[in-house]
Nanobody, 133 residues
């Protein structure tokens, strides 16, 4: 059974850093594009970053570009999102999603469009990031 488990969030001061983890169970994450999304109370879900199935292509939303790095650890079947210079506006619930349909595997890219990912009940509860002094 496919499961995704997010972790690594927490309370951090502005300017601080966090490394979020998205661990996969029941499937090989390397075969799929994986994206991070976030949603703050009262706001719509928005794409943060993604990594293609090959790992050769990444994509970042403008609001985290230059402050974040997405990566894979094949041995741990995990995708990481390292976030630096965090701002209060980064406060949100962060969660990951897979592109199980492998929509763009032949192109070797990934997107930040939630419609390009699968939102089944994979067990992940997300991980809360709170940036506050």
């Amino acid at each position: 059974q496919l499961q995704l488990v997010e972790s690594g969030g927490g309370l951090v001061q502005p300017g601080g850093s966090l490394r979020l983890s998205c661990a996969g169970f029941g499937f090989t994450m390397d075969n799929y594009a994986i994206a991070w999304f976030r949603q703050a109370p009262g706001k719509e879900r928005e794409g943060v970053s993604c990594i293609s199935s090959s790992g050769g292509s990444t994509n970042y939303a403008d609001f985290v570009k230059g402050r974040s790095t997405i990566s894979r650890d094949t041995a741990k079947n995990t995708v990481y999102l390292e976030m630096n210079n965090l701002r209060p506006e980064d406060t949100a619930l962060y969660y990951c999603a897979p592109d199980l349909s492998r929509r763009f595997v032949l192109l070797g890219i990934c997107t930040l469009n939630p419609n390009d990912y699968d939102w089944g009940d994979y067990g992940g509860q997300g991980t809360q990031v709170t940036v506050s002094s």
